[in-house]
């Protein structure tokens, strides 16, 4: 295990080093794939040879992922400007509108924020993609996402300065037709690690007393994840404490964000919505603290969700409309109209029938926007149960007629538009 671990740091280091190859195909697990993007972010850290843009965002499918890449590329701009005025440099112009337009297809709007960075991203430090999603839910949307970095035919001239490091799934799949179609153009390597041995490397990881400090705690954070996976809840508990306390006293903040939602997953899941609940508080209270308003979004969601769970109505009401505002300004519109929908239902609960009406329509409009038909649909059914209650039928045949156009608009192309706006 470990003399596999040393050969895909070596790997990655020379694959980054090398001019001749553009992409590096990873065969891994969901667990083996946690790996080189620890070690990628280690890269990030202490490499200042090179730009570095990780996307471990799981990928339900490709059109998610790409969402979930420019919503990270937000504050990553913000990252890289910054270091880019510290060394007087130009900062970069805002990123292109069809990078954050979920209506073009993934595969144009990745190619559009690379030949944006490849244009942009000052010479002549090369530019390192890590796109290793933690999970992969569809793998066709998501090899047609990356199929332009494959080079099926030749490598194309806006490949240069960069190095794509994607991952096949489990079987593979990607990996046995680069070899029948005697793709020469990428390398390739398959992660032998099973979960069993992945386990036991985590643990010798996090008892080396030899190993910096960092690389202990961060094993020990894996082995909390990996005990919540199993249902190991009071183990992944006790380990999420540990990991909050010593990332808290070194003021990593994110890290210690992502423990505290951890913790309140792994207590949801465990059956103690009360104390799940103080967790999320807690990290969003931290979030507020970072400014990080990544880690603030998913902690409002899951907070109003738990209150909702709870019976805590007004309070879910004020966590989904937060939550919606921030995922508006992160140009996040999937999170924003799920949001919008909760935010409807408590609104409703409590009586306020204008404002649900307003919500949801307003949500199911811009779900419509983005061709995100099946929560169009959810809130669609849900107006139709509140006109039918309150003896409005002529709206609900309304929106039983919108179902049939959005069957419609689902089945054809989706055109290309502006992009997504506050």
Same mark, same amino acid.
């Given at each position: 295990?470990?003399?596999?671990?040393?050969?895909?740091?070596?790997?990655?280091?020379?694959?980054?080093?090398?001019?001749?190859?553009?992409?590096?195909?990873?065969?891994?697990?969901?667990?083996?794939?946690?790996?080189?993007?620890?070690?990628?972010?280690?890269?990030?850290?202490?490499?200042?040879?090179?730009?570095?843009?990780?996307?471990?965002?799981?990928?339900?499918?490709?059109?998610?992922?790409?969402?979930?890449?420019?919503?990270?590329?937000?504050?990553?701009?913000?990252?890289?400007?910054?270091?880019?005025?510290?060394?007087?440099?130009?900062?970069?112009?805002?990123?292109?509108?069809?990078?954050?337009?979920?209506?073009?297809?993934?595969?144009?709007?990745?190619?559009?924020?690379?030949?944006?960075?490849?244009?942009?991203?000052?010479?002549?430090?090369?530019?390192?993609?890590?796109?290793?999603?933690?999970?992969?839910?569809?793998?066709?949307?998501?090899?047609?996402?990356?199929?332009?970095?494959?080079?099926?035919?030749?490598?194309?001239?806006?490949?240069?300065?960069?190095?794509?490091?994607?991952?096949?799934?489990?079987p593979n799949v990607i990996i046995p037709e680069l070899y029948q179609a005697k793709n020469n153009r990428l390398l390739v390597m398959e992660l032998d690690f099973?979960?069993?041995?992945?386990?036991?490397?985590?643990?010798?990881?996090?008892?080396?007393?030899?190993?910096?400090?960092?690389?202990?705690?961060?094993?020990?954070? =894996?082995? *909390?994840?990996?005990?919540?996976?199993?249902?190991?809840?009071? +183990? &992944?508990? @006790?380990?999420? !404490?540990? $990991?909050?306390?010593?990332?808290?006293?070194?003021?990593?903040?994110?890290?210690?964000?992502?423990?505290?939602?951890?913790?309140?997953?792994?207590?949801?899941?465990?059956?103690?919505?009360?104390?799940?609940?103080?967790?999320?508080?807690?990290?969003?209270?931290?979030?507020?603290?970072?400014?990080?308003?990544?880690?603030?979004?998913?902690?409002?969601?899951?907070?109003?969700?738990?209150?909702?769970?709870?019976?805590?109505?007004?309070?879910?009401?004020?966590?989904?409309?937060?939550?919606? =505002?921030? *995922?508006?300004?992160?140009?996040?519109?999937?999170?924003?109209? +799920? &949001?919008? @929908?909760?935010? !409807?239902? $408590?609104?409703?609960?409590l009586g306020k029938f204008q404002e649900a009406q307003e919500t949801w329509t307003n949500g199911k409009n811009l779900a419509r926007q983005f061709g995100y038909?099946?929560?169009?649909?959810?809130?669609?059914?849900?107006?139709?149960?509140?006109?039918?209650?309150?003896?409005?039928?002529?709206?609900?045949?309304?929106?039983?007629?919108?179902?049939?156009?959005?069957?419609?608009?689902?089945?054809?192309?989706?055109?290309?538009?502006?992009?997504?706006?506050?």
């Open positions: 295990m470990q003399r596999a671990a040393d050969a895909l740091v070596g790997t990655l280091r020379e694959f980054i080093n090398q001019p001749d190859y553009p992409t590096l195909v990873l065969g891994a697990t969901d667990a083996a794939v946690a790996l080189p993007n620890r070690t990628l972010y280690s890269f990030s850290q202490e490499d200042e040879d090179h730009y570095f843009l990780l996307f471990p965002n799981p990928a339900p499918n490709g059109a998610a992922y790409m969402d979930a890449i420019a919503q990270a590329l937000v504050p990553q701009r913000e990252a890289l400007n910054a270091g880019l005025v510290a060394r007087g440099a130009e900062p970069l112009p805002p990123w292109p509108l069809e990078v954050e337009d979920s209506r073009i297809p993934p595969d144009k709007r990745l190619r559009a924020a690379i030949e944006f960075c490849g244009a942009h991203l000052p010479q002549p430090d090369d530019i390192v993609w890590g796109l290793l999603p933690a999970e992969i839910g569809d793998m066709a949307s998501y090899q047609a996402l990356i199929a332009p970095l494959l080079a099926p035919t030749t490598v194309e001239p806006w490949m240069d300065r960069h190095r794509f490091i994607v991952r096949d799934a489990d099973s979960n069993e041995s992945y386990e036991r490397e985590l643990h010798r990881t996090a008892l080396d007393k030899a190993l910096p400090h960092d690389d202990r705690v961060f094993a020990f954070f =894996q082995l *909390a994840c990996l005990d919540f996976a199993f249902k190991r809840y009071p +183990d &992944a508990i @006790e380990k999420y !404490g540990h $990991c909050f306390n010593y990332y808290s006293s070194k003021g990593n903040k994110p890290l210690a964000t992502l423990c505290l939602k951890g913790a309140g997953d792994t207590t949801l899941q465990g059956g103690k919505p009360v104390e799940a609940l103080k967790f999320y508080q807690q990290s969003i209270a931290l979030s507020m603290q970072d400014k990080n308003m990544m880690t603030l979004q998913q902690g409002l969601q899951s907070a109003g969700q738990t209150s909702m769970d709870l019976g805590k109505i007004e309070d879910a009401e004020g966590y989904f409309k937060h939550s919606s =505002q921030i *995922a508006g300004k992160l140009m996040n519109p999937h999170a924003k109209v +799920d &949001a919008m @929908e909760r935010q !409807g239902q $408590c609104e409703w609960q038909y099946e929560r169009a649909y959810s809130i669609l059914d849900r107006l139709i149960a509140m006109y039918r209650v309150s003896g409005m039928s002529r709206q609900a045949s309304e929106c039983e007629q919108e179902k049939l156009v959005i069957a419609n608009e689902a089945a054809a192309p989706a055109p290309p538009g502006a992009a997504y706006g506050r």
